[in-house]
């Protein structure tokens, strides 16, 4: 179904570096706010009702292990299949094909709150969109540690080493 390359969505829908690899774009961001005493105390602060963004990985690059606060909700658009590994608090791991050629894979896809969760394209690039509720703030996110990964998840070490960054 790839229609076009990584460079043209790149430039097209002007994306930049994202923190955890790839590229992003914040598309939308709600522009009521849920307030923080009617949200769960995990949250601290106010939030938007949600966020949504483009993000594309190619190939030589991965998103990293991370996790947020609230959901996110995976949508596939272009290019090749997208593998997302998540584990969740007790431990169990999950392989998620995102896309739209494979028997498996699904076009959408929600990472639960909380969860730790890595993706890679599963050839030159992918081209998804990821929405968050409520929205998506940095204070919310956190970035994946090996070595703390890998204490919390001994029997997933080698997903780790392969999605986590030195």
């Not at 938007?48 to 947020?68: C, G, K, P, Q, V």
């Not at 030159?124 to 703390?148: H, I, N, R, S, W």
């Amino acid at each position: 179904m790839k229609k076009f390359t990584a460079n043209y969505w790149i430039n097209r829908l002007n994306l930049m570096a994202h923190p955890e690899g790839g590229y992003f774009k914040e598309v939308y961001r709600a522009a009521e706010e849920i307030p923080a005493f009617a949200l769960p105390t995990r949250f601290k602060g106010n939030r938007n009702f949600s966020t949504a963004i483009y993000y594309l990985l190619e190939n030589d690059d991965f998103s990293a292990f991370h996790r947020i606060l609230a959901d996110e909700t995976w949508h596939f658009y272009d290019g090749d299949p997208l593998e997302l590994i998540s584990i969740s608090a007790t431990g169990t791991l999950l392989k998620q094909t995102i896309g739209l050629e494979q028997p498996e894979a699904l076009p959408m896809f929600t990472v639960r709150a909380g969860d730790w969760f890595a993706a890679r394209s599963t050839g030159d690039y992918t081209l998804c969109g990821c929405t968050v509720a409520p929205g998506f703030d940095f204070t919310d996110f956190e970035m994946g540690d090996f070595k703390q990964l890998v204490t919390l998840f001994p029997q997933h070490k080698n997903w780790i080493k392969k999605f986590t960054r030195v």
